[in-house]
């Protein structure tokens, strides 16, 4: 029989196998220890003799140390003990099992178990191990294995910690008394079934008077009514959670609660200026920006969203305003166009609220301000300006050049009102059709219009202050070109028809149309008749069919072959215009042969033979005979061309300035027929009557000449330009035009006065040209040749 335990008393427990002896820990005693033990002989006293029952030797029990043994020495924790140990030290104990010669240890022969390691019950709390009883000198089992527990008892040495913390929270400023913020929870490692360990109480050592923390729950509320977010917004509080239930001696643990207060909407927008000065230029462009204006609030967040409105001023229709979302200001912009010279300023009354409002604390508002803003406008140097913007003009296209169709005006809208100078963009006239005058603004024609051509003429004239030449105004002219009757009616295609040589009088042949350019205000309507030299052919007839058509028709019968094959019938074809325009064209009608169905067999001619036939050497004479006179024709050609060599220009040379080559000697000024220099003098005395030379033609020639007499004597000096500058635009034969001076007047600005020696005076003696060199370096080369300076002659 075993026993275990320890010898306080000799008090001795029987078991089923084993009687064990436990010294308890803290006036424990074996009945408290494992629940009822029942002695062996007891039992045995209490049966029958007739029942027998297996003998146990070992004793199902518990053994208790406590935790965090601090000693020197092992801890000694209980004894194994078998009835059937006499002390001799025979029987050998071993211990097996959780821990194990690691944490415990046994005396195999006393049966002393004890602890060699310190023991933490939040570690572990138990230990199970298998005790045995073995014969020493032989090894065989005396007892049989049993299990048995060792228990770790707590003791309070941990403290309480706040798992999650430090925490994080929020609640809305003014907020009432008691709100609830945030609960914390600490936990204790200690055993909550012994003692008061794990019984933990929560206090606040820092953030009162404005938190509270209930001592069971941990909830944390709000203690003081008003907090103010814009007064103070963060908050530490300290919580302290302490054991043993917060009595003196427990441990204790701490967390940090960082508690901010969320905005509400309890503070109104406040302009800190009630009246704000701005300035604008006046050519500041739609939508740009004025000035901006503040309306300060102490709240944040949608709270602090700001909206801005103009409700009162003269210059509301002006501006308008906006709210930037980032920064809530107020954008003033310009709205509509401004004018200096119209008004010089305007005043705005400007409106800042919260659209997002607390019913609750609408009695702290009104949640609106207003401020006054003066907005001075700025004159600045402004581009010319046209009245109206845009022209519209129509004009006949058989204006003759140099017309006036529009008259552009600009002014300047400064109160300096400069001096305009106009022109047209050459982009939006690329074929140079007008032209503008510099100073009236005159639109005029410079070059014949054909609306079958350009019906359509857009462009723009450009305004120019003399003073600031980079102040140009723009305005866009639509020209229309009005149809005249210039184009006469024609064939659309060539007509060919024929006719069978069995056809009768009357008969239908062809039917044809006409087009016609021009587009009159009423219609097109053509008239068809025979042309006048064929008015009497006594073959073909033309009906008029009054639709725009006509009828070709036979006048007779029995046409042949062989007698003519084709006819050639002129028509008449004229249009209702004003004047009206005629053309002929010609229908080319072949004689062919045909069935009785009227279905062409053949257009050919029988052929004709001639009676006498040509022999070959008859055709090759003829043939050499051709041949002869061609390479007369074209040796003729070649000297007619070689002789007139010396009147014209060399390829290979270029004309500069204004040289002109002739093959003979000039006659001086005596000589007036060389060259017609009065055209240059005065384009008015170049007549068709003026003597000219027979001999020979000069290279160049005055523009005059080939300007019409309706233009040479029109009283607009820039119709006779326009005029002259077309009509060298089409000359193909005229020299480059950048070397061509042509004069119309003489020149009255010049210090040299008049150049021309046409009017000079006619006496014989020495002239002198001292007076050259005061004319300045543009006249030093004259002065050089005719000056009175001696010298050595020049060597050329």
């Known amino acids: 029989m075993w026993t275990s335990g320890r010898m306080s008393n000799a008090k001795r427990w029987l078991g089923l196998g084993m009687s064990l002896y436990l010294w308890g820990l803290m006036d424990l005693t074996f009945a408290t220890l494992s629940g009822t033990l029942t002695a062996r002989g007891q039992l045995e006293a209490d049966k029958p003799q007739s029942h027998q029952r297996t003998r146990r030797s070992w004793v199902w029990n518990q053994f208790f140390v406590l935790e965090e043994y601090t000693g020197t020495d092992p801890l ?65 089992p005396m007892e049989p294995e049993s299990e048995f527990i060792i228990k770790i008892q707590d003791i309070n040495d941990n403290e309480p910690k706040f798992l999650d913390g430090p925490y994080v929270a929020a609640v809305p400023e003014m907020s009432p008394v008691g709100t609830s913020v945030i609960q914390v929870a600490a936990t204790d490692a200690d055993d909550p079934t012994y003692g008061n360990s794990a019984r933990v109480v929560y206090s606040i050592l820092q953030g009162q008077p404005y938190f509270s923390v209930d001592s069971k729950t941990g909830v944390i509320r709000t203690a003081l009514m008003n907090m103010d977010r814009e007064a103070k917004e963060y908050y530490e509080v300290i919580i302290q959670a302490k054991d043993m239930g917060g009595q003196l001696g427990g441990l204790a643990g701490t967390t940090t609660v960082n508690i901010t207060l969320s905005d509400v909407n309890d503070n109104p927008p406040r302009f800190p200026q009630k009246h704000y000065q701005m300035s604008v230029l006046e050519s500041a462009p739609i939508s740009s920006t004025v000035g901006r204006v503040f309306a300060k609030d102490l709240d944040e967040g949608i709270n602090a969203e700001m909206k801005y409105t103009i409700v009162d001023g003269d210059g509301a229709d002006s501006f308008d305003i906006h709210t930037d979302p980032n920064f809530q200001v ?80 600009a002014k300047d809208p400064d109160v300096t009102n400069n001096s305009i100078r106009y022109s047209i963009d050459r982009n939006s006239d690329p074929g140079r059709f ?14 014949p219009l054909d609306r079958e051509e350009f019906s359509w003429h857009n462009m723009t004239v450009l305004a120019m202050e003399m003073n600031n030449p980079s102040q140009v105004g723009s305005v866009p002219v639509t020209i229309k070109v009005l149809d005249v009757n210039d184009n006469a009616p024609e064939f659309p295609r060539f007509y060919e028809a024929f006719v069978c040589e069995n056809a009768k009088a009357g008969q239908l042949i062809q039917t044809v149309s006409a087009i016609d350019q021009d587009e009159p205000r ?6 068809y008749s025979l042309a006048p030299e064929a008015a009497n052919n006594p073959n073909f007839t033309v009906r008029d069919n009054q639709d725009n058509t006509a009828r070709i028709l036979t006048r007779r019968s029995g046409f042949r072959q062989q007698e003519q094959s084709i006819f050639y019938l002129p028509i008449l074809i004229a249009d209702n215009g004003q004047p009206a325009l005629s053309s002929t064209g010609t229908l080319t009608v072949q004689v062919c042969s045909c069935d009785d169905m009227g279905h062409v067999m053949s257009c050919s001619p029988e052929a004709y033979m001639l009676p006498v036939s040509l022999s070959r ?53 005596e000589d007036t027929e060389a060259f017609d220099i009065a055209a240059m003098w005065n384009p008015r005395e170049a007549q068709a009557g003026a003597k000219t030379r027979q001999d020979m033609l000069p290279e160049i020639e005055s523009l005059s000449r080939y300007v019409p007499q309706t233009c040479a004597v029109s009283s607009t000096v820039h119709s006779y330009v326009l005029a002259k500058l077309y009509e060298a635009d089409m000359d193909l034969w005229a020299p480059p035009f950048d070397s061509l001076q042509t004069y119309m007047f003489e020149g009255d600005g010049s210090v040299a006065g008049s150049l021309s020696s046409l009017q000079s005076a006619a006496s014989d003696s020495e002239q002198s040209f001292d007076f050259l060199t005061d004319w300045g370096p543009r006249f030093r080369k004259l002065a050089e040749l005719y000056g009175a300076a001696e010298g050595p002659p020049p060597l050329w």
């Open 330 to 409: 107020g954008i003033i912009t310009v709205k509509k166009p401004l004018s200096f010279e119209s008004k010089k300023s305007y005043t705005l009354k400007v409106e800042g609220s919260n659209p997002h409002l607390e019913m609750r604390f609408l009695n702290l508002g009104p949640f609106q301000d207003t401020t006054t803003v003066h907005i001075s406008v700025e004159d600045v140097d402004e581009p010319p300006v046209f009245e109206p913007g845009f022209y519209f003009v129509e004009v006949p296209e058989d204006v003759a050049i140099g017309t006036t169709i529009q008259i552009i005006a």
């Open 434 to 447: 007008f032209y503008v005058d510099i100073t009236t603004g005159a639109l005029m024609t410079a070059r």
């Open 617 to 669: 050497g008859a055709l090759i004479a003829i043939l050499a005979c051709i041949f002869i006179l061609l390479v007369l024709v074209l040796l003729i050609l070649s000297m007619r061309r070689h002789r007139k060599q010396p009147y014209i220009i060399d390829d290979d040379e270029n004309i500069h300035e204004n040289i002109v080559r002739y093959d003979d000697e000039g006659g001086g000024e």
């Open 522 to 527: 009423h219609g097109q309507h053509f008239y």
């Open 76 to 140: 000694y924790v209980g004894k194994l003990h078998s009835d059937m140990d006499r002390g001799d030290g025979s029987i050998k104990y071993i211990l097996s099992g959780e821990g194990a010669g690691i944490v415990f240890t046994i005396d195999d022969t006393t049966g002393d178990i004890h602890a060699i390691q310190r023991l933490d019950r939040e570690e572990r709390a138990q230990y199970t191990l298998r005790a045995q009883a073995l014969d020493r000198r032989t090894g065989r």
